[in-house]
């Protein structure tokens, strides 16, 4: 009975992460209010790297798998081997630098809040304060 | 006139003063090394014999200069590198400043790699290669047999950007350099300015590609000249075709499949003789063909051919395996000139990004065992790590 508890608590966790609202945020002093998926595809595979204001995007990465993949399936890259591959072959030929990847919702929150060309992701439910704007959400 | 030395005292100010107004961007300084393990069987030219190895490292700088400036070093120290003992070389391999015309446009000026065909400009960044043992004519430890004729090693300046139109991105990239290395000063041939090209004749080049939906295709393309000028015949014949023309034509494919990847490319440099050399060698090779066998140890032309395939299956994040075949041929070289295959398979594993550890077993065979049977096999493992 115990195991099965378990296992359902670990199942319920799952579907409640897989479900997870995310939100795509920048900056508060970035003027950008939306953005389309295939713009958040160019910035994140790296054919853009300044925004409209001529400033440096600081791309930032979320390391958690489940995030990860909501966020790259929804900006139509292939698959995350493949993008990882892109950065590495742009950071490498010195083109510029792979985007930081980031080990919770928190700290990209403060990431994001503290660098004002920086874009990033979380769980909607972790965006809080006034220094980070949602500039696309996905379900 | 006063009017235009004060307005390009006021242009040069601005520009000084907000140089200095933006944030100053820190040097980044990282890099990559691959560590390897290599066994090799008895064959052709060696007894048995296993060895570690530091393959190569290379050292990165990198720095935003401000106003669409950019700088890159790659110093590249190959062979387990000590100067002291002799061992490996260190190569100045990259020194180039970058600069964003327009988003679709940078040119780079400096020490570069060239782009040709997909994998030379990536040929030695160790962490983004499946492969321990490159494609023949991209492997450094290769180069001493078979020759650095097939690729473009180095440039002096490129144009070079993608422009996208609706689902493709169009790639393109034109770049000029100096004349093959043979016709480069050096001190053994005791110049005192080492490094400077003796001719006024230049290699120019590019590439056309482009890249939709994981697939990526494009052509390539170079010109420059072979330094023939000492006889490519011994005595007694001494046939010395000069500096010929030569054009290198490359094409390259590479898609994705789910979990597969594909990657493949071909090569052909071709050389334009001049008439007196094509007869002369034609000569030769008729007055030195064995009647029994009805060959020649000359040949007719200088003209290359090279083309590798290599299909890998990505098992989950982790873990890959593949399997490569390589072929080239070299109409005026003994050994290869009914062509060289190597076969290869081989597999990785990456715990972090930053560390792959990787397994290949390849085995090169020369088709043409008149003169001499070449096969080599050799059981290769190795770390790559990127910091």
Same mark, same amino acid.
């Not at chain 1, 792979?98 to 080990?103: N, R």
């Not at chain 2, 106003?67 to 120290?77: C, G, I, K, M, T």
């Given at each position: 009975m115990k195991y099965f508890c378990v296992i359902l608590i670990l199942m319920a966790a799952i579907v409640v992460t897989g479900n997870a609202q995310i939100a795509v945020i920048v900056n508060n002093s970035n003027p950008i209010a939306k953005i389309t998926p295939g713009s958040l595809k160019d910035i994140y595979l790296l054919s853009t790297l300044k925004w409209s204001d001529g400033m440096n995007i600081a791309v930032l990465d979320n390391r958690e798998k489940s995030i990860q993949k909501k966020f790259y399936d929804f900006i139509g890259a292939r698959d995350i081997m493949s993008v990882k591959k892109q950065w590495l072959r742009f950071q490498l030929s010195g083109e510029g630098k792979?985007?930081?990847?980031?080990?919770s919702d928190n700290e990209m929150l403060s990431k994001v809040a503290s660098t004002p060309g920086a874009i990033g992701y979380l769980r909607l439910s972790e965006v809080k304060g006034n220094d980070v704007k949602v500039i696309a959400q996905i379900e | 006139m006063k009017k235009i030395i004060t307005a390009l005292t006021a242009v040069v100010i601005f520009l000084v003063t907000t140089g200095y107004a933006q944030e100053a961007q820190p040097l980044e300084v990282f890099g990559y090394f691959q560590a390897k393990f290599a066994y090799s069987p008895k064959n052709s030219f060696e007894r048995a014999q296993n060895s570690f190895?530091?393959?190569?490292?290379?050292?990165? @700088?990198?720095?935003?200069l401000g106003?669409?400036?950019?700088?890159?070093?790659?110093?590249?120290?190959? %062979?387990?590198?000590?100067?002291?003992? %002799?061992w490996g070389a260190l190569n100045l391999e990259e020194a180039w400043v970058k600069y964003?015309?327009?988003?679709e446009l940078s040119i780079k000026g400096g020490l570069l790699i060239p782009t040709f065909n997909n994998l030379n400009a990536i040929k030695s960044k160790t962490p983004l290669l499946p492969y321990?043992?490159?494609?023949?004519?991209?492997?450094?430890?290769?180069?001493?047999?078979?020759?650095?004729?097939?690729?473009?090693?180095?440039a002096y300046i490129q144009l070079y950007g993608t422009k996208t139109l609706g689902d493709v991105d169009l790639n393109y990239a034109a770049y000029t350099g100096n004349s093959e290395t043979s016709y480069i000063t050096t001190g053994v041939a005791g110049s005192t300015v080492t490094g400077n090209d003796t001719t006024t004749f230049k290699m120019i080049g590019g590439r056309v590609g482009i890249s939709t939906r994981g697939i990526k295709a494009g052509i390539s393309g170079t010109y420059d000249r072979k330094n023939v000028q000492v006889p490519v015949i011994p005595a007694p014949y001494f046939v010395s075709p000069g500096n010929v023309p030569r054009v290198r034509i490359g094409g390259d494919l590479s898609f994705k499949v789910d979990a597969f990847s594909f990657e493949g490319e071909f090569i052909l440099v071709r050389h334009t003789l001049n008439d007196f050399s094509?007869?002369? @060698?034609?000569?030769?090779v008729q007055m030195t063909t064995d009647p029994r066998t009805g060959k020649s140890p000359f040949h007719y032309g200088l003209d290359k051919k090279f083309g590798y395939v290599n299909l890998m299956y990505d098992i989950n994040d982790q873990w890959y395996v593949y399997a490569g075949y390589d072929y080239l041929s070299d109409e005026f070289n003994t050994i290869f000139n009914d062509g @060289?295959?190597?076969?290869?398979?081989?597999?990785?594993?990456?715990?972090?990004?930053?560390?792959? @550890?990787?397994?290949?077993?390849?085995?090169v065979k020369g088709k043409n065992e008149d003169f001499i049977k070449l096969n080599y096999e050799s059981y290769n493992v190795a770390v790559s790590i990127l910091f």
């Open positions: 792979a985007p930081e990847t980031v080990d | 190895n530091i393959q190569q490292m290379n050292i990165l @700088l990198r720095k935003e106003h669409d400036f950019s700088a890159f070093v790659n110093v590249e120290l190959t %062979n387990s590198f000590s100067s002291e003992r %002799n964003q015309i327009i988003p321990i043992v490159r494609p023949v004519v991209y492997e450094s430890s290769m180069s001493v047999l078979i020759g650095t004729d097939y690729v473009p090693e180095r094509k007869a002369a @060698l034609a000569g030769i @060289l295959m190597k076969y290869s398979v081989g597999g990785g594993f990456r715990p972090i990004d930053q560390v792959v @550890l990787k397994a290949q077993y390849i085995d």
